[in-house]
């Protein structure tokens, strides 16, 4: 089933591109802060939320992980 359709799997997907983006970001800051705006821009705006609210991020990570390892 694609990820549109389950919202679990979304989730999965939504918090994937987050911790990427923000540890890409983390790693190469020029690679992602010089596209803010286009398709390009989701990355560089996943990249904020990932640095902006890291502890919810996590907890949702962690919270995902347990989801999947007892469910």
Known sequence: MSALFNFES????????ICTSTYARAMAPGLVDR??????GLFWKS?????????????????????????
């Open 47 to 71: 990249a904020r939320i990932g640095e902006r609210l890291s502890p919810y991020v996590a907890l949702a990570c962690i919270g995902m992980a347990a989801k999947l390892l007892l469910g």
């Open 35 to 40: 596209n803010k705006e286009g398709f390009l």
């Open 10 to 17: 979304l989730l999965l997907v939504i918090l994937l591109l």
